[in-house]
């Protein structure tokens, strides 16, 4: 099994106020990281593994002052569903 849940939000408060290095940061940690890891876990996962991300209710149900964060739980929901179609067959 294996269990991803690393996490951050750089910044509170409305999303067009954010600097560009609080959102690479945020998408890095959120996003990135998460793609990266499992697909560099791939070899070391025996047929019938568990690959389990964690996300937020935020990524449905986004509050306006954490907008950003958000949008990186939302694409982690989206990624867990593409990644579960191309990988059902390992």
Request: charged share 20%.
């Amino acid at each position: 099994m294996l269990v991803l849940n690393a996490a951050c939000s750089t910044h509170a408060g409305e999303q067009l106020d954010i600097g560009e290095q609080a959102y690479d940061k945020m998408w890095d940690l959120n996003v990135k990281s998460t793609f990266f890891t499992i697909k560099e876990s791939l070899p070391l996962l025996l047929k019938g593994s568990v690959v389990h991300v964690v996300s937020s209710v935020s990524g449905q149900n986004p509050s306006r002052f954490i907008g950003v964060y958000a949008m990186t739980k939302a694409a982690l929901e989206n990624m867990v569903k593409f990644l579960a179609e191309e990988l059902r067959s390992r």
